[in-house]
């Protein structure tokens, strides 16, 4: 346990989760509850399904040179066939972009895009957020002193 990094959460308590007031089992609960969304790195084999419930393959593929959206599908693709790829990471803005050209473009809808980004979306806490895992009342008596 990273102990000086839970003090100074539970002392300055930057994202104002209201730690001040609690016990330490509160802030224990509190620290290790799910409370925002995020983006994690989905797999190539999650994609590959999403691609294809979307009919993305042939839709990508389609695609003739010289259209708009040739070098994005092209690109994308190659990221999909590549062996060194294990995960795309839907919250780089250059994918988000490309995301959101290929929309624009009119080869996927605003619909399937979004369907891709919820399959992305899932919650954490603010001890995940800070590399502590999980968090015991223990861990707050000692990172604080035994005061609180």
């Known amino acids: 346990m990273d102990f000086p990094r839970l003090k100074s959460e539970l002392i300055e308590d930057p994202q104002s989760r209201g730690y001040s007031d609690k016990s330490p089992t509160e802030q224990a609960i509190l620290i290790n509850s799910n409370y925002k969304n995020v983006i994690r790195p989905i797999t190539m084999a999650e994609l590959v399904i999403w691609l294809i419930g979307v009919d993305g393959f042939y839709k990508l593929q389609s695609i003739q040179m010289g259209h708009p959206a040739y070098s994005l599908a092209?690109?994308?693709?190659?990221?999909?066939?590549?062996?060194?790829?294990?995960?795309?990471?839907?919250?780089?803005?250059?994918?988000?972009?490309?995301?959101?050209?290929?929309?624009?473009?009119?080869?996927?809808?605003?619909?399937?895009?979004?369907s891709l980004f919820a399959m992305a979306t899932t919650q954490t806490s603010r001890a995940n957020e800070l590399g502590l895992g999980e968090v015991s009342e223990g861990h707050i008596s000692e990172a604080l002193g035994g005061t609180y």
Not at 89 to 104: E, F, N, P, T
Request: glycine residues 10%; without cysteine; proline residues 2%.
């Open 74 to 114: 092209y690109g994308f693709l190659s990221i999909v066939g590549n062996p060194q790829i294990e995960k795309l990471h839907l919250d780089d803005i250059r994918v988000a972009q490309m995301a959101d050209a290929l929309v624009g473009l009119g080869v996927f809808t605003i619909e399937e895009k979004n």
